[in-house]
């Protein structure tokens, strides 16, 4: 009986080891494969991890020249909005247009030598003796007027309004009677400034005047 239970353990040694052997490949595979998937894993999360990592690097970068060019903007000044406050020669240059303005312009005179005396070399200078002498001229005293227009000729010869004063006092010496004078003047007019509106009048002028 004894070698009978000593053959039945043999035997389940037998079949036990058998089966131990059988289990372990087995479970090596499975170890294998659950490393493989883990492994996988691990490469799947690190690409994200790269891409995110390019993602901020990119929005970094645009959110930098973004910063940049609001620098650059704010660097700019804008144009400067304040009305700087008028001088003592542009308020006295319109005193001198709304006297021009007025029906009787009594100070006009008054105002025009004053703006002379002391801003006779200001660019407007010429301009108020057009002013004093075409008041003058619209109310028919045509030797003040003249006056006026011959000292812009004489001295602002090459301003804007040089021209117009010629033509002007061509005409006032025309209506004083001194026509050879203001023939000789319209001549001028045509010749120096060919072309011009003042020039085309001094043609009509000088028509007028040979009949």
Request: hydrophobic share 35%; glycine share 8%; with cysteine.
């Amino acid at each position: 009986m004894g070698n009978r239970i000593f053959g039945i353990l043999g035997l389940g040694l037998a079949v036990g080891g058998f089966c131990g052997c059988s289990h372990a490949p087995k479970t090596s595979q499975n170890e294998v494969d659950k490393l493989k998937r883990e492994i996988l894993e691990l490469q799947r999360a690190h690409g994200q991890h790269l891409q995110t990592i390019e993602d901020l690097q990119i929005k970094f970068a645009l959110l930098k020249d973004q910063l940049e060019s609001k620098k650059r903007v704010a660097d700019v000044k804008p144009p400067s909005t304040t009305v700087a406050p008028r001088t003592g020669s542009e308020h006295l240059y319109e005193s001198i247009l709304a006297e021009a303005r007025s029906p009787q312009g009594g100070d006009l005179k008054k105002k025009v030598d004053l703006y002379l005396k002391g801003y006779g070399d200001s660019p407007q200078a010429p301009n108020a003796l057009f002013v004093l002498g075409s008041h003058f001229f619209d109310q028919a005293r045509y030797l003040e007027a003249s006056e006026q227009f011959e000292r812009i000729f004489r001295e602002y010869p090459a301003s804007g309004k040089s021209v117009s004063a010629l033509y002007k006092l061509a005409e006032s010496y025309e209506l004083l009677g001194r026509k050879n004078e203001a023939q000789e003047l319209f001549v001028t007019v045509i010749n120096q400034f060919p072309g011009s509106r003042e020039a085309r009048q001094a043609e009509l002028h000088m028509k007028r005047i040979a009949r």
